[in-house]
């Protein structure tokens, strides 16, 4: 299981780069968004920041117990919960089923791991870096699409 959420991860972020593609070679007429569609897709930019802010607040003043795994966790899981708020976005701009079937994907994941003790059975000893290390490269791919994204359907 550890094996098919990493590979839907790496699957993920090549999607971002497919479709960062399509959207620059598209031209900007056949794409017409409001601007509500773009704040929205730039606090989706800043909400796993947000989510792992606030779980780490709490963890510092509250839930002292199993600490790093419960921030490892929030980094994790964040990252689906916006990936899939991200290809819902992809599907409302070019209407291609694949988007919607992505962020249905990135749900079912999010919604499994979830709980913390989904993610403490299947990520255990360095198996939870290796979970941080594709939760900051969802990061990152995702604030590059979504950067990418605003500067062309702003200009």
């Not at 031209?27 to 730039?42: C, Q, W």
Request: aromatic content about 20%.
């Amino acid at each position: 299981m550890q094996f098919l959420i990493f590979t839907c991860s790496l699957v993920f972020i090549y999607f971002n780069y497919l479709v960062i593609k399509d959207l620059l070679k598209a031209n900007s007429k056949t794409i017409t968004l409001n601007n509500r569609f773009l704040r929205l897709i730039n606090i989706v930019k800043f909400a796993p920041v947000i989510a792992f802010i606030i779980l780490l607040v709490l963890v510092l003043f509250f839930f002292h117990t199993k600490s790093g795994i419960r921030l490892s966790h929030a980094w994790f899981i964040s990252q689906f919960w916006a990936h899939a708020t991200l290809f819902y976005f992809f599907y409302k701009i070019i209407k291609k089923k694949l988007n919607l079937i992505f962020a249905a994907l990135s749900i079912i994941i999010a919604i499994y791991n979830t709980p913390l003790f989904h993610y403490e059975h299947l990520f255990v000893g360095r198996s939870v870096i290796v979970s941080d290390f594709f939760a900051i490269l969802m990061f990152l791919s995702m604030w590059f699409t979504i950067s990418k994204i605003t500067m062309k359907l702003q200009h």
